[in-house]
């Protein structure tokens, strides 16, 4: 996961420290859903993994999803789990959280080659690594579509959102695109309209194709040079 960053300097090593990972939700959030106690340890780091793997992999199954299922699937017992989390509202929002910074650090980490790049295959750069991103496990990015839309996430997914339009911005600036608050103003438009492409394309065939891919992209750049 990474950490939010200021401002992305033009210069190579801020490229680079942009893209590692680090944390983007730490115990000191403002969460929805936040858990009960944040693992510290390594042992316990790997519980609430094998937690959240358990419901991943539930959800993909089609199966149930009660802290019971969750819990026996993950090799704990229902009080490891209650140590963590208050309920299956709040493990499908830590699985939310994880399967979005995953796409956030993604994105960031295509950042230094995209700004390598010419605008339009820097654009296809980021668009491409959101699409890997979105699609490296489909069912549960469905399913969990369906479930959060019925859960408070709204905090989480801002953070999110931050993340993302950071990223992006930091591309506009390095590609001369537009600077400060332009950047930022015309990253959360093209992060959200992008988001909504991909979404619908995926409602569509199931799968994002080359065309597709270069549809998004052309779609992206037509904003950009509006501006």
Not at 155 to 172: D, G, K, P
Not at 196 to 201: G, P, R, V
Request: glycine share 4%.
């Amino acid at each position: 996961m990474v950490t939010p960053q200021t401002r992305l300097d033009t210069d190579k090593n801020s490229l680079r420290s942009y893209a590692d990972v680090t944390r983007i939700f730490t115990e000191n959030s403002d969460l929805a859903l936040a858990p009960r106690k944040w693992p510290c340890q390594a042992r316990s780091r790997a519980t609430v993994d094998a937690i959240l793997e358990a419901t991943a992999l539930l959800l993909e199954e089609g199966k149930s999803c009660s802290t019971n299922a969750i819990a026996e699937r993950a090799g704990v017992g229902i009080a490891t789990l209650y140590q963590y989390f208050d309920g299956r509202d709040g493990v499908i929002a830590a699985l939310s959280r994880q399967v979005r910074a995953r796409l956030a650090h993604t994105v960031t980490s295509a950042l230094e080659t995209a700004c390598d790049q010419s605008l339009r295959e820097g654009v296809r750069s980021l668009v491409l690594a959101a699409v890997q991103a979105d699609t490296e496990r489909p069912l549960l990015a469905a399913r969990l579509d369906e479930i959060e839309a019925k859960l408070p996430l709204e905090t989480n997914h801002r953070q999110i959102m931050i993340e993302l339009c950071s990223a992006v911005a930091a591309f506009l600036e390095r590609q001369n695109v537009a600077y400060g608050v332009k950047a930022e103003a015309l990253a959360a438009d093209l992060c959200t309209i992008a988001g909504a492409l991909i979404d619908a394309a995926r409602e569509r065939s199931g799968t994002i194709e080359v065309d597709q891919l270069a549809r998004i992209t052309g779609q992206l750049l037509a904003i950009i040079h509006a501006e």
